[in-house]
């Protein structure tokens, strides 16, 4: 899906739609695992694997408390796998394309001008801890608590420094608020069947389960 239009509210749609019911998850798992590249998405992305771990750990302190841990986690799981599509097709200028295209010149400017240096962070930050990580192998230091404390504040230090450097360069161009873009949208043959049937997941969600017997 090129359209960042159709994607952001797509992924929007589908997160809260697996969010508040297992059907809705469940519909918006068999929507990602027809709609998105599913299995190379997976192995592309590093984050998926520390956030399922994540949620596991509250999925396990849910369910020893009383809770519905598993449903949680599968809900959960499927909120991150629209978030991990959302990501993999963004392309550089496309936030700031949609911030303009909603919002205007002013806030929609600033509000995209704020996702795409939000994005660039990130970027930055896992090519850090990539080198972290090279430089602990080479010099034979296991990962763990002791190696992760340090890491944490050397990437910490690295991304004030970055935006330090940022604030000062808006600056010294003069940047006050808002500013020109001229948003550019390009589409894909699928763009449409796909966020028509991300409606229908959203639909099929609302229903009980009774009603989903009877129509069948």
């Not at 796998?81 to 949609?98: N, S, V, Y």
């Not at 939000?118 to 930050?125: C, D, K, P, R, V």
């Not at 360069?169 to 069947?193: C, N, Q, S």
């Amino acid at each position: 899906m090129r359209d960042i239009r159709l994607r952001t509210g797509t992924a929007m749609l589908l997160s809260i739609t697996a969010f508040f019911s297992v059907l809705g998850a469940t519909a918006a798992l068999l929507w990602w695992l027809i709609f998105t590249p599913n299995i190379s998405l997976i192995r592309k992305n590093r984050l998926i694997l520390p956030s399922l771990i994540l949620i596991g750990f509250f999925s396990i302190v849910l369910t020893v408390t009383g809770g519905e841990g598993l449903s949680y986690f599968f809900r959960m799981l499927v909120v991150i796998l629209i978030a991990a599509w959302l990501l993999a097709g963004q392309a550089r200028g496309e936030f700031l394309d949609l911030g303009c295209w909603m919002l205007g010149p002013r806030w929609g400017f600033e509000l995209g001008l704020l996702a795409e240096m939000a994005i660039q962070s990130l970027e930055t930050l896992l090519a850090d801890f990539d080198r972290i990580r090279a430089a602990e192998r080479m010099k034979g230091i296991r990962s763990g608590l002791r190696s992760i404390i340090p890491a944490g504040r050397i990437l910490l230090h690295g991304a004030l420094k970055r935006a330090e450097d940022t604030t000062e360069l808006l600056a010294v161009r003069g940047y006050v608020h808002g500013g020109t873009w001229v948003p550019e949208f390009k589409k894909e043959p699928m763009d449409i069947p796909a966020a028509f049937f991300a409606l229908y997941a959203a639909f099929i969600s609302l229903l009980p389960v009774s009603a989903l017997f009877i129509l069948y």
